[in-house]
C-alpha cells in the first residue's frame, strides 16, 4: 500500500491501493464554534454545527419557518399569491374548439399523446368531427418493437467497446424506456400510420408500463451478453445479426401479449358534429393517415432553445432514435425570442403548438400555473437561485422531461406574451380540467423544444436544416426522453 503526503500528490485521482495522507490541520476537528472561512476542513466539524444551530435558533424568522413549513410541502405552504392572482387561466387567443383531455396514466408516453394530440386537430376540423382520440398504444406497440432493434444495433456497433464504457453503460441503463423526441413520433407514423382509439384502446400495460419496460429491458440486456460472447468466439456481425431475428421474435411475443397485436386493417363507426352516423371499412393504418389526418409529419421542425451551444446550428444526440431508416433525431437552436415570436403566430391562427419542457419546477398543481416566482423561497430559506437557464443545463438541473401542447396564448397591446395555455395528458383530474397556464416568464426558462411547420418558419432557420448536424454527447439533456 502507498501512502502519499499531500505535497506529492498529481492530479490523478489515488487508485484503491493508495491512500491520501493530508496535512492535519485540513482534517482536524474545530471546536471553536467559530465560522472561519480562512480555515477550510474536509470534514462537517463540531464546531460548525454549534455555530450553524446557534446562528439558526437566535433567528425568529427561521423558528416560524421550520413551524409552518416542516409540516407540509414547499409548494403548497410558499405559493404567491400575487403571482396566482395575476395570472388567471384568460387568454386573449386560443383554439376554436377544446378536444377532449387524455390521460397516459402510469406510462412515459407524453410524447405520443402530445403528437396526437396536435394531428387530431386538423382532422377534427377537416372531417367536421365533435371528438376524436387517436390511438396512443398502436405507436407504443411499434415503438417497442423498433426500440428493441435500436438498442440491438447499438449493441452490434459497440462489440469492440468495453463492456464498462460509457458507451455501453449508457445503452444498457435503459434500453427501451417509454419517453421519445418528436422525429421518433414521425419515423412511427409515416411508417405504421394510425387509428382511432375506439379501434385499439389501451390495454392495462399500456396504462402502466413499468412491468413492460422491465420485463423488454431484462431480455434485452441478455441479448446484448449473448451477441457479445458470440462476437468474443470470432463470429462476424452478419452471423450475429441472424441471431437477432430470433431476438426480436421473442420481444413481438412479449409486446403481443402486453399490448394485443394491433389489426392490419380496420373498421370505423363514428358520428360528425350533427350526429349523423359515418363509417370507413378496410382501412389499413397508413390509408388512415394519409386519407383522413391529412398532416404531413415530415413537414415539421424541431427547434431547440440551447444557450450553452451555437445558435443557427443543426444537433443530434449521439445513439438517440427508435426506428432504423427513419429521419435522424435532429434540431435546429434558436434564440428564444424568435421561438416565441414564431409561436405566437402559430397559436393566433388557430393551431396547437408540441412542445417540451421540464415540467414540475415552480408548479402548483393547486392553482394549474407555472411561473419561476410562484414559490417563495426566499421567504423561507433567504437565498436565491442564482444560475442562468444555460448554467442549469451545463450542471444537471434541469433536463426535458415532459412534453405536452400549446393551445392559447394571453398577448398584452405590445404584441409580446403574457402566459399561455397548455393542453396536458394526465387526464381532467390535473390542472384546470386538464389545462395549465404556463407564465411566458416560465417558458423562457424552463421550455427547451417546439415543434412547427416549415411554412411557419424562414428561410435563414429552413437554410440550417442544410448543414451538417454537430452531434451531441448521449449524456446530453436533449438524449434524455422524458416521460
Known sequence: MNVLNADQLSSSSPTTAEYILLPEETYKS???GVDDNSKPTQEVTLGQLDYYSED???NLKNRLAALTISSGSYTSALENRKVYLN????FSHTLETDNPITDQKNSGRC???AGFNMLRHSMIKNCNLAKLELSQSFIFFYDKLEKSNWFLENVLKTLDEDIDGHAMRFLLKNPVQDGGQWSMFVALVEKYGVMPK??????FHASDSEQLVWLLSVKLREYAKKMRNEHAKGKDIAEIRRMKGQMLKEIHRVVSVSLSQPPSTFNWTFYDKEKKVHGLKNVTPLQFYKDYVKQDCKNFVSLINDPRNEYMRKYLVEYQGNVYGGNPVEFVNVDMDRIKKYVVSVVKSGRPVWFGCDMGKF???KHALMDPELIDYKSAFDFDFGMTKMERMQFGECTMTHIMVLTGVHVEDDGKPVRWRVENSYGESVGDKGYLTMTDKWFDEYVFQVVLEKSDLPKDVLDVLD???????????????GP
Open 467 to 481: 448543414q451538417e448536424a454537430a452531434v451531441l454527447p448521449f449524456w446530453d439533456i436533449f438524449g434524455i426522453m
Open 56 to 58: 439558526f435558533d437566535t
Open 87 to 90: 395570472h388567471p387561466p384568460v
Open 363 to 365: 408548479y402548483s398543481a
Open 111 to 113: 410524447w405520443i399523446f
Open 30 to 32: 474545530d471546536d471553536s
Open 198 to 203: 375506439d379501434v385499439f384502446p389501451d390495454t
